[in-house]
């Protein structure tokens, strides 16, 4: 862990950027499209999108769970997804920006600390990650694997040794990529089926129930692997 911290802290300093840019312009990226999401769609579309946007942030709850339940309560499949790629790609510049600094914010430092120090086991656990290197990564953002997202993801590249660049990269085209794949696929689900007023009803319960399946699922899931990396740092 700390040969990481001390390359991500060798890259900082080729930088020329002043630390109140690198925190401030993910920030200010999410602000604009919220601004412009404000602007075009209804109000009662924009208050349901920034729930999901804070469910997405906020674990356990992923893109698999996310974009079924906005596109079922009326958001359009582009805007959902056009959110999510923005989400990731803002969670991966800032961290990419503000490593050491995220590795001091309480709860999340810790943890992620925690799982650096653990990475190895996680690695073993999913060794087609560092034989696909760059296409494993971005497979890793787009597909629905547990403690996958642009956090973890830009963790798991610096560990494999990628740039900043690559890593940013790899989750930008993950994320555009599974966001997009999911929310078209689920809206075009969604409207075959929904011009049937009973089968419409039994996909709302079978969205709803998966939902709330993958959510304590990811649960559980994200519990052990903080566990097994707390076991493996204490070894």
Known sequence: MQSLARHVNEEDEEENL????????????CGIFMLFAYLVIPFTEFTALLGMMVAYVVPPAGR???IPLS????????LIASTLAL???????FMAWNFP?????????PWIARFMTGGKHYL??????????????VLFVCLPIEGSGSIVGTIIGRMLGMTKMQVLTCITLGGV???????????????????DAG?????IALILAGTGVLVLLRSVVLKRNMQKAEQTADN
Not at 21 to 29: A, T
Not at 101 to 109: E, K, M, Q, S
Not at 199 to 203: A, E, P, T
């Open 199 to 203: 089968i419409g009803s039994v996909l």
């Open 124 to 137: 073993n656990q999913h060794p087609w990650l560092e034989k696909l290197y760059f296409i494993g990564l």
């Open 101 to 109: 600094l995220v590795l001091r914010i309480p709860i999340a430092g």
């Open 64 to 66: 698999e769970t996310v």
């Open 87 to 93: 989400l990731d790609f803002a969670g991966a510049l």
């Open 71 to 78: 596109i079922l309560i009326g958001i359009p499949w582009w």
């Open 177 to 195: 990529i599974g966001s997009f794949a999911l929310a078209l696929g689920v809206d075009y689900i969604w409207v075959l089926l929904g011009q």
């Open 18 to 29: 002043s630390p109140a840019l690198k925190i401030g312009v993910p920030f200010l990226l």
